[in-house]
């Protein structure tokens, strides 16, 4: 059975950081894109960042470049995302996604609040 469990989020101010990590299990991790997704409060779900299967190559929305970084380990089979100098925008809740063809999981959720 497939799970993606995030962790990580939580309240920070601004100017602060936190680290997200998503546990997977129940598919072969290593063949998968991962991707953080987040929805703020009344605007729709936007990629935050996304990483190749073995991490060769990552991308990442414009609001969060220089910011984030997107990073993955194979063999304990998470990703993560360092998040540094947050702003009140970075407020949402981030979704780790697995990508392969036409294969997408995802997971339930973290939330993220930026606020002093």
């Known amino acids: 059975q497939v799970q993606l469990v995030e962790s990580g989020g939580g309240l920070v101010q601004p100017g602060g950081s936190l680290r997200l990590s998503c546990a997977a299990s129940?598919?072969?991790?290593?063949?998968?894109?991962m991707s953080w997704y987040r929805q703020a409060p009344g605007k729709e779900r936007e990629l935050a960042a996304g990483?190749?299967?073995?991490?060769?190559?990552?991308n990442y929305a414009d609001s969060v470049k220089g910011r984030f970084t997107i990073s993955r380990d194979n063999a304990k089979n998470t990703v993560y995302l360092q998040m540094n100098s947050l702003k009140p925008e970075d407020t949402a809740v981030y979704y780790c996604?697995?990508?392969?063809?036409?294969?997408?999981?995802w997971g339930q959720g973290t939330q993220v609040t930026v606020s002093s």
């Open positions: 996604v697995a990508k392969y063809n036409i294969m997408a999981y």
């Open positions: 129940g598919f072969t991790f290593s063949r998968y894109a």
């Open positions: 990483i190749t299967s073995f991490g060769g190559s990552t």
